[in-house]
């Protein structure tokens, strides 16, 4: 991959103090100006386990990362444990088969066509680059090689935010903002653990299965919780 290319795609990111548009929302943007593509997202990756979304341009692209995060399943998934892109041209065709769960909920979400790149740094994964477009088709040849630039670049800002962060003192504020990090979620399955008498990695669970059960966002989920307007019992998956 060209160095100059992605430095090019660094360089025209602005960082202003007190800005409410982070680097990594930048250079999603700048990613779906590029490409035709209608939206693009960023999340965290280790290894199959989604992390949680770090910069979407839209709603459709904000429920794509979403939808994988519940599901634990999608292009970006695949993408981050196999290490390789993933390109569905055709998502309403192959992705159903593929993914059971995020194949349709993508679609009826009006995603066409997904591309996910891997963020890497030799056999370390940081995350995945999400591209999307609401017609189907593939992308070119020049417009893979763009792709895979923004890919690198994102991967060199990852390093970049949280390498001028102060050791142990958590992720830069820039990234800080996965879905699952939002106090909401930990406050919803704290009090979900206590509800069902279960761990807390069991609480999250049954606040994810929720969401999914209900088409929703994990975080609505969590505060219909939070205030109380629902709540888990044991054995049982949530009362409303």
Known sequence: MSSSRVQDILADLVDVPGETVSLPDQLCVACADALP???VGLAFMSGADHGGAIAATDGPARTMEALQLDLGEGPCVD????ARPVLQADLARTGPSRWPAFGPGAVGAGIAAIF?????VGGIRLGVLDLYRDTVGDLDDDDLVVALAFADAATVLLLHLQGSTELGSGLHPQLSDPIEDRPEVHQA?????????VGLPEALLLLRANAYATGRPTLDAAQDVVLRRMRFAPEDDHHE
């Open 37 to 39: 593509v209608n939206g």
């Open 116 to 120: 996910a790149f891997p963020l890497q």
């Open 79 to 82: 993408a981050s444990r196999d």
């Open 189 to 197: 399955t704290g009090m979900i653990s206590v509800q069902a008498a």
